[in-house]
């Protein structure tokens, strides 16, 4: 077995060590990559049905692995079962998590691979959220039923046996995991389109690419099976309302109502742009998203326009301060 693994651990090492061992938490299973005798070559990546779906695409990512060191691979059953141990985030990690997200009793918390259900109960036995975990294999949502009726909480959280790609994410105003960060990347525009803005999306370890966490900390985690470091790093990210497009507004100007045309772009909670005021054009300052609120700024007359406003689907409601000092309701209408 060893003589087997070691060339194919050698060809994917950084990989691999970038994956954690490809994976751990409640809801994850280290995974174990073989590397096929010649028989095997050109067979399809196998994987046992409980890693495959909590793992997210993972034959894809195996493929990727093995490809790297010149083979293909294979991830028994046996293995799964025998070598494959379940592994939990650590209680105090749960705790911080929680806190970082902000969780509190109006919020309904979704945790994708909940193990034995720690994090969904914690929010509901510290905060009284009301909450659902998911996970592919049947003992551990049993375990983790069992653990909320332990906990006095099995009024406020269920657990269900289901992939996380079969989810739907729109009930959640707090999604929790503990994945691979090519499953957050790949997960990550169903969670844009289906999360209302304002959702938080809390995760351990596992970053979303080139979205940008809003916060970020590091906390200890003794005990912790994976890593070298005896740490854990927990994400989080405040879905932020769609806004790019054009835009046309009325501001009172230099004594007068003044029509301005705003022309938005967007790269997840950061935002650039021009005004067109007068027939001048002028680019966008210190212009960004939190959840439904829009913050924006730009240069005239000396002086400094600031808008603060709440996005809805067409428009923006809120309030804009002129050069003058002066504030005024504002509203903003989409015009795209």
């Known amino acids: 077995m060893s003589g087997l693994l070691a060339p194919l651990l050698r060809g994917v090492s950084a990989g691999f060590r970038r994956a954690r061992l490809l994976g751990a938490h409640a809801g994850f299973r280290r995974t174990r990559l073989l590397e096929s005798d010649a028989a095997g070559a050109g067979s399809p990546c196998k994987a046992s049905r409980g890693d495959a779906a909590r793992t997210g695409a993972p034959c894809r990512a195996l493929r990727g692995l093995a490809r790297s060191a010149g083979g293909f691979c294979f991830l028994t059953a046996a293995l799964a079962a ?33 193990g034995d259900g720690r994090i969904v109960i914690t929010a509901a036995k510290k905060y009284g959220a009301r909450g659902v975990g998911f996970d592919y294999v049947r003992s551990l949502v049993e375990l983790a039923t069992e653990n909320a009726r332990k906990a006095g909480v099995a009024d406020r959280v269920t657990f269900v046996e289901k992939d996380i790609h079969d989810v739907d994410f729109s009930p959640a105003t707090v999604l929790a995991f503990y994945l691979l960060s090519d499953t957050n990347v790949e997960l990550r525009p169903r969670m844009l389109a289906e999360l209302r803005p304002g959702a938080r999306i809390v995760s351990h370890d596992g970053d979303m690419g080139d979205w940008e966490p809003d916060a970020t900390i590091v906390v200890p985690a003794p005990g912790k099976p994976v890593g070298v470091e005896q740490k854990s790093t927990i994400h989080l990210w405040v879905v932020p309302a769609q806004v790019a497009g054009e835009w046309r507004t009325t501001v009172p100007l230099g004594g007068r109502a003044t029509e301005i ?45 600031r808008f603060q406003g709440r996005a809805g689907a067409d428009r923006i409601v809120g309030r804009v301060t002129t050069p003058d000092g002066r504030t005024h309701p504002w509203r903003a209408l989409r015009t795209n």
């Open 261 to 305: 045309e705003l022309d938005l772009t967007q790269h997840f909670q950061s935002l650039a742009g021009v005004a067109s005021v007068r027939g001048e054009m002028i680019g966008l300052e210190r212009a960004y998203v939190r959840g439904p609120s829009i913050f924006m700024r730009f240069p005239y007359g000396g002086g400094t326009v």
């Open 82 to 114: 025998e070598e494959v141990p379940y592994v939990q985030t650590p209680q105090n990690v749960v705790e911080e998590m929680l806190k970082l997200a902000g969780v509190r009793g109006t919020d309904f918390v979704m945790d994708l691979g909940s």
